[in-house]
């Protein structure tokens, strides 16, 4: 699985629930990176997005402990809509619906992909569900998620801006982790007072796969 997020240079996410800062060419990348892939949020996170809506023409799996905590609106929103509570076994009939139900999303041409729902119960469902899709999932936030679901990752895409405000959110520190190298990063880029640069970190057992 891949992570993709926008940091500070001290690894700072956000404050109060929202992002230190938006970047319109930031927005951009993600929208392109993750436009019909699988990807991976906490509620809170959904519940960010305009209207608590999930991401069009993606696989939305949000992993929560309560399943009904997500809005109606949210259901509602999205084509297909798929629950799976936290002791639904990999081969239960809910589960095998919701696998089933990623493979014919991920059969039809990318341009044409529905929006999927799936309310996941327990993390080992989410791993099971995107197992198959390793190169085509994406961890999206927030911290909690990004901390439980990053040592599955072997590749992290992070946008590093130089704003410096208050935070409460955090991603990890790749940079004073030995298990991440830096494989690639962008010129500086600058969005009127706010310079930022796109880094492509690599788990460095990838190498040995």
């Not at 992290?156 to 409460?168: F, M, P, W």
Request: aromatic share 10%; hydrophobic share 40%; proline share 6%.
């Amino acid at each position: 699985m891949k992570a993709i997020v926008n940091v500070n240079e001290c690894w700072a996410i956000g404050y109060g629930g929202e992002l230190l800062c938006f970047i319109k060419e930031d927005m951009r990348f993600f929208r392109e990176t993750t436009r019909g892939k699988l990807v991976i949020m906490g509620r809170k996170n959904l519940e960010s997005f305009p209207g608590g809506r999930p991401l069009k023409g993606r696989v939305n799996v949000v992993l929560t402990r309560r399943l009904s905590s997500v809005s109606e609106e949210a259901r509602a929103a999205a084509d297909l809509c798929l629950p799976l509570p936290a002791e639904e076994p990999p081969e239960g009939d809910a589960f095998r619906a919701a696998a089933q139900a990623v493979r014919a999303f991920m059969e039809v041409p990318e341009a044409e992909r529905p929006t999927l729902l799936i309310i996941a119960g327990s993390r080992e469902q989410v791993l099971r569900l995107a197992a198959p899709w390793e190169e085509e999932s994406y961890v999206i936030g927030g911290a909690e998620i990004y901390r439980q679901f990053l040592p599955d990752c072997s590749l992290c895409l992070v946008t590093k801006n130089n704003v410096s405000k208050e935070a409460d959110v955090y991603f990890p520190d790749l940079d004073a982790d030995p298990a991440w190298d830096v494989q690639e990063m962008s010129e500086e880029h600058r969005d009127g007072d706010v310079s930022y640069r796109f880094y492509t970190y690599v788990r460095k057992d990838t190498y040995e796969r």
